[in-house]
């Protein structure tokens, strides 16, 4: 019996504490404490499997990987806003609605640009979550929107039944850090926070959602039964947040001008928001008068949203930099005159690549007008060349890397120019973090965090460095304790020993993947008899391309690579092969197969 009150109890801590973080952004713990009651609780469940139920804070994230998405029918139409595009459309829109309705309240809220779903309540538990889809049928992504700590599982004093809509979104800040994480780890970045949302909550894995950290903002109550109907908008909304859900910021104006000063100043701070918006939603209060104008086949007559147009201004390229990413790929950025766009003030711009600079003729010195694309990342959209000085001349990006002066390489299959330096600082963080890796040398409790922190304290500089560390070394740094760093020291010791093919794969050289390295590993069975091999040696062996043996004779015979391989030699790294060798036992022999 103590167990069991104990459930109710954590379950009620944890629901108060998670709606404090996740929907006031208020937090009144420490991570720790909500960790600790959440271990406990998952503690007593086990115990008591019979008590677990679908909104326990313990089954935010499913066990089961879904194989596909069920079909879910909405009983009210998930429908779009018809889009305006000035002050002038808004102006109209807004006069045909007061020619319709007496002394008309509009409701203004930020468009949040992200994915449309609808959530389900019955008798205050969350039973089922679908995207929009066409609006009559979307996809039942229920086991994902679990992992969205700010929906509430359970509502106090709720109706029989409740469908409410939002907008879930990637927080700007979480899409930073991913995409962060992702070129460290040598990932494609998602394209925008949208792209991210949408792509985040159709995972199979619903263990994958949760990583992607989404938010959602609820906008409307769709279908309520079991409570008297509201008058307004406004007062379902505050009704709504009393239910503890994460409402959409909204103003109530009652003119047309109120309205547009309150869209403009969104504009203007828009970079203030959590979430992108590409606009803002305008929409009769009273929901009476709603009914009263219906709607088209397409759009409900009683709304609009005002599309904010990409902000666009001259600024002077002042310089062109050259940043080396992760994976060692030159990207150019335009350094600006400060321009305020969207809220903030821009410097720099990116160039994408060399074609982009060649097909829009770009120059230093050169009078361009910027703008924001999809809101967060100023580009580039044209050169106004009437302004250009005499003295500019067309650009290229330098044949060296910038960072260690290894030359640079243009991916044959796109558009990429690469460092080729295996020892390039630039690279440093993701050529260790790959060379530690499972299918590479396989270096236990050397990840991510463990590899930024020993690059921080200048401890490693180039993967040979790793073979030099003591515990004493690395015992001071963040979260390594004494047994920690004597276990990670063993762990890179062992490693030497990983071999041929492991070794190979580990350098990160393009196109040799671990299949290829094997296939290398086993026909030449060392690596110093690899170095010597010719294009067409290498081209002879099997899974080697023209393309693939041009990347290796080339990482060979870079000094960096040199160096860093006579390094690893020093350390004692084997360099031979334990895969299995290439045998002649069957060669002249010939085999006639028959049958079926």
């Known amino acids: 019996m103590e167990d069991l009150q104990r459930i109710a109890e954590l379950r009620q801590q944890l629901n108060e504490w998670s709606y404090q973080y996740y929907v006031l952004d208020n937090p009144t713990v420490p991570d720790y404490d909500y960790d600790m009651a959440l271990r406990e609780l998952e503690q007593l469940e086990a115990k008591h499997p019979e008590t677990i139920t679908p909104d326990s804070p313990t089954q935010r994230v499913g066990g089961q990987a879904l194989t596909s998405f069920a079909p879910v029918h909405h009983p009210v139409p998930l429908e779009s806003l018809q889009d305006v595009f000035s002050d002038e459309e808004m102006l109209e829109f807004v006069s045909r609605i007061s020619a319709g309705a007496d002394d008309p309240v509009f409701i203004v809220e930020p468009k949040v640009d992200g994915l449309s779903i609808a959530l389900e309540y019955e008798n205050g538990v969350f039973v089922r979550g679908a995207t929009r889809g066409d609006g009559q049928t979307g996809e039942d992504v229920t086991e994902n929107l679990r992992t969205i700590k700010s929906i509430p599982m359970t509502l106090e004093g709720a109706p029989e039944r409740l469908i409410v809509r939002g907008e879930v979104f990637m927080p700007k800040k979480v899409f930073h850090a991913i995409n962060a994480q992702r070129e460290l780890e040598g990932e494609n970045l998602l394209a925008n926070p949208r792209n991210g949302a949408a792509g985040s909550l159709r995972q199979q894995d619903p263990k994958v959602a949760a990583k992607r950290r989404l938010d959602v903002e609820i906008f409307n109550i769709q279908l309520m039964e079991g409570r008297d109907p509201f008058e307004t908008d406004s007062a379902a909304l505050d009704w709504l947040e009393s239910l503890r859900f994460k409402v959409i910021p909204r103003k109530l104006c009652r003119t047309g001008e109120e309205i547009l000063e309150h869209i403009h100043q969104m504009g203007e701070n828009r970079d203030g928001f959590a979430f992108d918006i590409d606009g803002a939603c305008v929409k009769l209060d009273g929901l009476a008068s709603r009914t009263l104008f219906g709607s088209t086949a397409k759009f409900p007559r009683w709304a609009a949203a005002y599309k904010y147009p990409p902000e666009q201004k001259p600024s002077v390229v002042q310089d062109i930099i050259i940043q080396v990413g992760r994976t060692g790929v030159l990207t ?130 180039t993967p ?19 047994k920690s760093a004597q276990n990670l020291v063993e762990a890179i010791e062992r490693s030497k020993s990983q071999g041929m093919a492991r070794l190979l794969f580990a350098f ?15 026909q030449f069975g060392s690596l110093d008899r690899l170095m010597e091999a010719t294009q067409e040696e290498l081209t002879q062996v099997n899974d080697v391309g023209g393309i693939t043996a041009d990347y290796l004779v080339n990482w060979f015979q870079n000094p960096q690579s040199r160096h860093l391989i006579e390094s690893l030699r020093q350390a004692g790294v084997s360099f031979e092969s334990t895969e299995a060798p290439v045998g002649d036992k069957l060669a002249g022999k010939t085999f006639v197969v028959t049958g079926t």
């Open 464 to 482: 040979a460095d790793l073979y030099q560390l003591n515990p004493s070394d690395v015992e001071g740094l963040e979260r390594m304790g004494k």
């Open 332 to 461: 150019p950025k335009a350094s600006l005159s400060p321009v305020r766009l969207a809220g903030t003030t821009v410097t720099n711009a990116t160039l994408h690549n060399q074609d982009f600079i060649s097909e829009k003729d770009i120059r230093i010195g050169d009078t361009v007008i910027v703008q924001k694309a999809g809101e967060i990342i100023p580009e580039i959209v044209s050169v106004v060349k009437e302004k250009r000085p005499d003295d500019t001349v067309p650009y290229h990006i330098p044949d060296h890397c910038p960072v260690c002066g290894a030359p640079v390489r243009r991916d044959p299959d796109g558009v990429a120019i690469r460092c080729t330096g295996a020892e390039c600082p630039a690279q440093l963080l993701r050529n260790l973090t790959h060379f530690a890796s499972r299918d590479a040398m396989d270096i236990e409790g050397l990840g991510p965090a463990a590899v930024e922190a020993l690059v921080n304290a200048g401890l490693v500089k």
């Open 508 to 522: 990160g050289i393009r196109q040799v993947g671990q299949k290829a390295a094997q296939v290398l590993a086993r």
